[in-house]
């Protein structure tokens, strides 16, 4: 059975970041739907993430953070500035495709050079990040071609047995997934 912990309880917060850093596969709410994430530095977890979603590999993942500090490591450095002035400017969640380091796993980057990331503004991902201190992989909450589902009830229906644990919360008030645009070119890949 699926272990349900609730973030805004102390204890139960302390056992998330522990779960993170031992590299737990886990649901929490996100921006928009829920999201099946880990240890963005866990290879071995987030292969466990693909292959549980049914994920093709060359698509690559989504990394989130709490702040830009925690996904420095991830951007290729001559365009971290960059990347810094335009979070500070966008005032919606925005998923930002941007060169990466040439360390980036090809779990996270897929068949590119670049990597998605996004500096969340849910509340509860924030705390996930900061308690974990931690970047976390954030992709959909459904096997991959189905429909990702928003409502923890349905989270804990269809995941309960399939995952270590699941983040009780609600997903933000948006209601398609973030929009995802180029960091270089600001071509927007995908529109909220």
């Known amino acids: 059975m699926t272990e349900i912990l ?15 850093t031992q590299g737990k596969i886990f649901a929490y ?5 829920f999201g099946i994430g880990c240890d963005a530095l866990n290879n071995h977890s987030i292969e466990k ?8 590999y060359s698509k690559g993942l989504i990394v989130i953070s709490d702040d830009t500090e925690k996904l420095k490591s991830f951007i290729e450095k001559k365009y971290y500035e960059l990347f810094c002035s335009k979070v500070r400017r966008e005032k919606k969640p925005t998923t930002w495709i941007v060169p990466s380091e040439s360390n ?15 500096v969340t503004s ?13 970047a976390l992989i954030s992709t959909s909450a459904n096997i991959s071609g189905q429909e990702p589902l928003k ?9 309960n047995g399939k995952i270590d644990f699941i983040v ?14 180029d960091l270089l070119t600001e071509d927007v890949i995908r529109k909220s």
Do not use: W
Request: hydrophobic share 35%; with cysteine; aromatic share 8%.
């Open 6 to 20: 609730y973030p805004e309880l102390p204890k139960d917060l302390k056992l998330i970041a522990d779960k993170i």
């Open 29 to 33: 709410p996100t921006e928009s739907v």
């Open 49 to 56: 993430v693909i292959n549980f979603k049914g994920r093709d």
């Open 104 to 118: 980036i796993s090809p779990l996270i980057k897929g068949d590119s050079s670049k990597v998605a990331i996004r």
């Open 122 to 134: 849910h509340m509860v991902c924030k705390k996930l990040c900061q308690y974990s201190n931690s």
């Open 151 to 159: 409502i923890f009830n349905k989270v804990k229906k269809e995941f």
């Open 168 to 181: 009780n919360g609600v997903v933000g008030g948006y209601n398609k997934p973030t929009q995802i645009i």
